[in-house]
């Protein structure tokens, strides 16, 4: 069974603030006061500048979008996720921004490599944001990433 997401994930109030200027995306809360925004089609192609993806090495990323993140985060900081897993085997990519500028990554797990000892990209970015992991679990399943296996499923959440 698969799992994918590429989403942006914020302060939950700040995302609600900049989500009222895009009409396609939603929200979903992911808890310790975190919001995510899936990348959906349609979010994507309401917010590209008709480049494709941009040049930071991630699938979805719309083009363009990072100055969007950017400016985002002089409000505090934002994150950007991918993750792609099947049968076990798959790729993480994030990346922060805070005060106007990346402050994390990007991050890239390449298939097969061992996880550093600060954890995968995704994890390491929600420490940035503030989530905090009990004993036994990291940041991802701390706020609860694997509750649905597809960026869409977070819709039916909001």
Do not use: N
């Amino acid at each position: 069974m698969g799992y994918d997401l590429q989403a942006v994930i914020a302060d939950a109030e700040a995302l609600r603030a900049v989500a009222r200027d895009l009409p396609r995306a939603q929200l979903a809360s992911i808890g310790q006061g975190l919001s995510l925004m899936p990348m959906t089609d349609a979010l994507f192609d309401s917010v590209t500048d008709g480049g494709g993806t941009g040049d930071l090495g991630f699938w979805r990323l719309p083009g363009g979008f990072e100055k969007s993140l950017a400016a985002w985060s002089a409000a505090g900081p934002v994150a950007y996720v991918e993750a792609e897993y099947f049968g076990g085997v798959g790729e993480q990519r994030a990346a922060v921004w805070d005060g106007g500028t990346i402050a994390l990554g990007p991050l890239h797990e390449e298939p097969g490599r061992r996880l550093p000892l600060d954890g995968s990209p995704v994890s390491q970015a929600l420490r940035w944001l503030g989530v905090v992991a009990t004993a036994g679990q990291d940041e991802f399943s701390a706020v609860g990433l694997d509750r649905h296996r597809h960026s869409e499923d977070w819709i039916a959440d909001a």
